[in-house]
Structures are given as structure tokens and as C-alpha cells.
């Protein structure tokens, strides 16, 4: 492909202002959910922050999840209390700060005996006993979920747990395996959308005063400046900054290799994911989460998402240097374990319209089962021609808020820094001012967009209350919808100009759920590329080569079925 202007007003005026000064007084490379609320959080106490992501923002290990905000249930069995108390003060923070992307999650777990795992799990947590869990019972799930319980208690926004018999189980899910014995129900959260609480938290930091710039990578060194490659037009460039944050998660060895420092911090392992077009599977989850433990005691999940079955997830040990695939073997895996909880619920292949995999960014482990690397984060520092290098090792979703705050206060005190500012309790983008209720929603629409209907609808699930500005954007001009309302000319426009969206990609998988519902075949690859290359100012031939390329990730990435003779239809 060639090596086209981006024209994202955000994103050049960004790459203007970054070249131009040529320093900063921190340097944040990598742009995943981490990086970002550390940027958000160095920009609101006045601290001159850069971020640079070599992809799209939260287009690795952060787009790779599994859509839950969660406390981490089963760390209570490796004993990582402390993990498990801010998880699920940061979960129930984000049901507050977040509510636009972040909605209680009813979780179930079905169980199929009463005291299996009654030894192991004490082995694993008072003497560290490693090699493959057993299945764990009733009564080690109880005594887990009460001390889960107890560690939400502080500000606690979601009900406490309940039991249920085989009866009352099969009752409200008709649908589970009949050998089923009890259940225990309780309440985590989800984020229907990831990719985009990422870019509400990013558009925080650039509005506090932060710079942020996608497609740039870090290459190399030149002194004690770091080389900054623009991967949209090839250009590079020297960049001084007095800290560099290390924050590419999976990641991290290999950017501190580029930049002649070499470190062996990281031990990623792969998840999977696949998502399924089968009604039948989400109608017989009842709408809430099913959590559960597979035959080789791995904790696995069947999750009822934007009218698909999303199944997950594997964790298998994997090198970041080398591409990451769903394959075929973690597939069978994901179909066996679909017909052990639903046996008489039909599923194939044929129903996957997504497959998506990523590393998640775990500390190098010697630990003979994955399940038992630590899921916890630490700060690692060294230093290159006296300037401080702080790597970020691990770290999840759910305690990004937690994870940037440690690492700004950490940057703050080698700048000499105050902190003037908390993000603890503090609203993100289009969580401000969110209505409450069904109700209230109703009103806001009526005020604010002037209707109540599809379209609208759509807006505020996609921006929040961030919709207001993007609305009066589609109002400002002749706005024409595409995809039944999916999308609008105008709205493109909107994306790139203000969404850093440099590629077709970054509509297809990140800006929207398009890929991820299996709804991005030719004909809405097609219509979104001619749209998107008036909002963007594109040729026919960046036009064509970017419907090539996102097909070929599609296909290669994420096991799309495209037929590439429709484009000529």
C-alpha cells in the first residue's frame, strides 16, 4: 500500500505540533488501554504528555478482550487479594464513570458437584501447589463468592450473590446440561464497546492538553532523543522527552530491543475468542453471562453480546513476535465446550462470523499452568543515556484507571511534579451528565437530538452523551445514511476528523461493530469505503487499496469469509 496523508484533523495537527517542539517532558509509547489512562492522567495535572501508538488506538492486546470489567474472581485462589480489592473498587468506579460502555453483567456458573476441589484449591492458595486445577464444587465456588462478595462491599453497585438447586436452576435456563446440580448467580460488568472507552478516555487527555498521534512508531534511538517513525507516510523523525513510558504491553521487550535496551520482562499467553450467529444459544443464556469451568479446568465464558454468542476464552503460552491466530484446534476446543453446557443446542462453523486473538500482557513466568501467572502489574525502570525508561509488566482492563494512576504518580515524582488531580471517581467522555433511567434516556433523546428513534438511539450508545457534539456535526450539513443507519456520510466525517481514524480498517473494527457481528462482508465493505473516501478526501486508488487491505485482514486476522468476485459485481 502506499504512504497516504492521514487527514484526521486531530491526528496531523498532533504529528504538526509533535515534530515541531520535538520534545516533551513525557513520552508515552503505546497507545492500548493502559498507555491511554496514563496519558489521560500526566495531561490533567498540566504535565506536557505525548502518546505515540504504532496501529490504530487499542488495536492490540486492548481490542482482544473479553468485553467484561471484572474483580478476577478465581485470583482468590492464588491468594491476589490485593488484585481482586482494586478490581472490584475499579469495576464498581467505571459502573459510575463509565455508564455509557460499562452495564452490570448477571454471571452464572453452573456446577456439577458439591465438594469437588475441596483440596486443591487450599493447596494452590497456602502452598502454591502448581500443575492442572480440578474442577471446582459448589462449596469452594460459595466460600469464593462470599469473600468476593465481602471485597465489594465499599462502594457496591451490583447485588449480592445467589444460590439456586437443580430445580429453580432449570427453571430459568431450561436449556442447561440436565446434570446440572446448583448454580450461583452474581454480578460483574460488561463493556459492550472497548475499543471505543478507549477513545473516550484518549479524547479526555486531549482535551486536557495532551498530544496523541496513531500509526507513529518508536524505531530507534538517536542519543537520548527517540526516533518516531509516521507509518502513514514513511517520514521519520527525533523526538527528547525527559521520561519515556514503555506501555506496549505484549509488547514491551520487544520496544525496549528497538531502543537498544535490552529487557525480558514479558510472558504474554493467547486468548481466543470466536463469535457466534446462532439465536438459539443466546436466547437459552437468559442474557447474562455464562462462567464456568471447562473439563480441563479451564474458566471459560458464553456471553450474550450485540445479538451474537461471543465464546472464550483459551490461554495458551505465545511469542509477540509472531502474528496471533484463532486457530482450528481452539475452535473444536470452543465447540466442545459449547455442547457440555448446551447439549442440545446445535452449533458449527458455518455460524462463526468473527474470530478474534490476542496476548495478554503477563510477566515472564515459570509456573507450569498459565491459570497461575499473575494477572497483577508492576513497574519496571532502567535507563537510557540518563533518560528514565518506566516499563509497564501486565495489567488488565479493568484496573486501567488504577494501573495509570500508580504509574502518573511514579512520573510525577522524577518530574518533581505536584498531583493536582484525581481521576478516581471521575466521569469519562460520554458518561458525563448520563441519564439514569429508560425514562430519563427517553427525555434526553427528545432534548437533545430532537427524536427518539433508531438513529438516534444508535448515536448514544456508540458517543453517550457525547452524542450532542456529533449530532450538531451531522446537522451542520447535508448528511446522507448508509448501512439502513449504521452509519452517515456526515458521521464518517466526524470519525476523521475527530476520531484519529486514518484507515478503513479503523471504521470496520474499532470505530464500529460492523466485523465484529459479522455484518462487514463486500457490499457494507464497499458502501463504507466510497463514503469514508469523501469524508477522508481519498483517491479511487487509496479508496481501492484500502478496501483491498481491510479484506485481507479480515481474512487473514479474524477468518472472514469474503468473496472477493462480489467486488466486481
Known sequence: MSTPQSHSAVRDEAIASIRETGRAQVLIIGGGINGIATFRDLALQGIDVVLVERGDFASGASSASSHMVHGGIRYLENGEFRLVQESVRERNDLLATAPHYVKPLKTTIPMYSFFSGLLNAPMKFLFKR?????????????AGLVMYDLFATAGRSTPWHRFHGRKRTLEQLPRLNKNVKYTATYFDA?????????????????????????YVEAVGRNGRSITLRDNATGDEFDFAPDVVVNASGPWTDLTNEALGSATEYMGGTKGSHIVLDNPELVAATGGREIFFEHSDGRVVLIYPLKGRAMVGTTDIPADPSQPIRCTESEVDYFLDLISDVYPDIAVSREQIVYKFSGIRPLPRSDASSTGQISRDYHLATTELDGTPVISVVGGKWTTFR?????????????LKAPRTVSTRGLTIGGGRDYPETPGDVTVWLREKLGADDARTRLLFERYGTRAVQVWEHLQSGDDELVLDGELSTRELEWMVSDEHVVHLAD???RRTSLAFTGRADIDALRTVADALAKAAGWSTDRRDEELAATIELLRDEHDVALDVAELGA
Not at 486445577?133 to 460459595?142: S, T, V, Y
Request: glycine content about 12%.
Open 190 to 214: 460488561s463493556m459492550h464497546d472497548p475499543e471505543r472507552l478507549a477513545l473516550d478516555v484518549l479524547g479526555d487527555g486531549v482535551r486536557a492538553g495532551g498530544r496523541a498521534a496513531n
Open 130 to 142: 502448581q500443575g492442572k486445577p480440578a474442577e471446582r464444587g459448589a462449596l469452594i465456588i460459595k
Open 507 to 509: 471504521v470496520i473494527l
Open 402 to 414: 488504577a494501573l495509570g494512576e500508580t504509574l502518573t504518580d511514579k512520573v510525577l515524582y522524577m
